[in-house]
């Protein structure tokens, strides 16, 4: 994992109590810390926003980039409330497949499109109707075949945009699977986008943990 939750020694030295005596601060926002807090590196974050928000920074090359972030953010943040996503999947799913995607690269500019495709995965769900993505229980074949459309309207969307085209390729190639099972092209292997494979491993991890209305029952 990106990350590692546990008691603040890595700032200050913690009691036996596991309460640190004296108090630190996040490296981020600078609130005050005690007890259990996000380490990494020797720095204490207040939690996991401000950790994937450190993250982010290195991304950044201009006023620009930052707003240019902050609006991407800001639309996943979104997307994440209308599915009723809890924590902050988009933003978690796409700093951890950055965290991940730097062990095979060191190119800002890939690494950079890595992290938009995979905050911008879901995109296409603007186009997917409630019925449908909020739907308690198993889909039907119709119902299915309307989600599984969502990487295709997301691809539409992002390939507008001359400097987000791989990005765009994450997102059409998100739901594809290395043993040629998923979609919309039923890719295999190294024919799925280096970048999807990545976010693929990363969005599985997530969703053993997450609570995703049209997978019950299915």
Not at 23 to 52: P, R
Not at 76 to 92: I, Y
Not at 124 to 142: E, F, H, P, R, Y
Request: aromatic share 8%; with cysteine.
């Amino acid at each position: 994992m990106a990350w590692e939750k546990k008691g603040a020694h890595s700032a200050k030295k913690p009691d036996l109590n596991g309460i640190v005596k004296d108090a630190v601060v996040c490296h981020l926002c600078g609130c005050s810390l005690h007890g259990s807090v996000y380490t990494n590196d020797g720095q204490a974050y207040c939690g996991e926003n401000c950790y994937l928000k450190k993250m982010e920074f290195h991304l950044l090359e201009s006023e620009i980039g930052a707003a240019y972030l902050a609006f991407a953010e800001a639309l996943a943040k979104t997307l994440d409330m209308r599915e009723h996503e809890t924590g902050l999947h988009s933003k978690r799913v796409a700093c951890h497949t950055m965290v991940l995607a730097k062990h095979f690269t060191d190119n800002r500019g890939i690494l950079r499109q890595v992290y938009w495709g995979a905050l911008l995965h879901d995109i296409g769900k603007i186009g997917i109707s409630d019925a449908v993505l909020l739907k308690q229980g198993a889909l039907t074949k119709n119902e299915w075949l309307e989600m599984r459309s969502h990487s295709q309207k997301g691809y539409s969307i992002l390939s507008a945009i001359p400097s987000m085209r791989l990005a765009a390729n994450i997102v059409l190639s998100h739901e594809e699977r290395y043993d040629g099972t998923g979609y919309p092209h039923g890719l295999a292997g190294e024919d799925i986008p280096w970048g999807a494979r990545i976010f693929a491993v990363i969005d599985t991890l997530d969703a053993m943990i997450s609570d995703r209305p049209y997978r019950k029952g299915a």
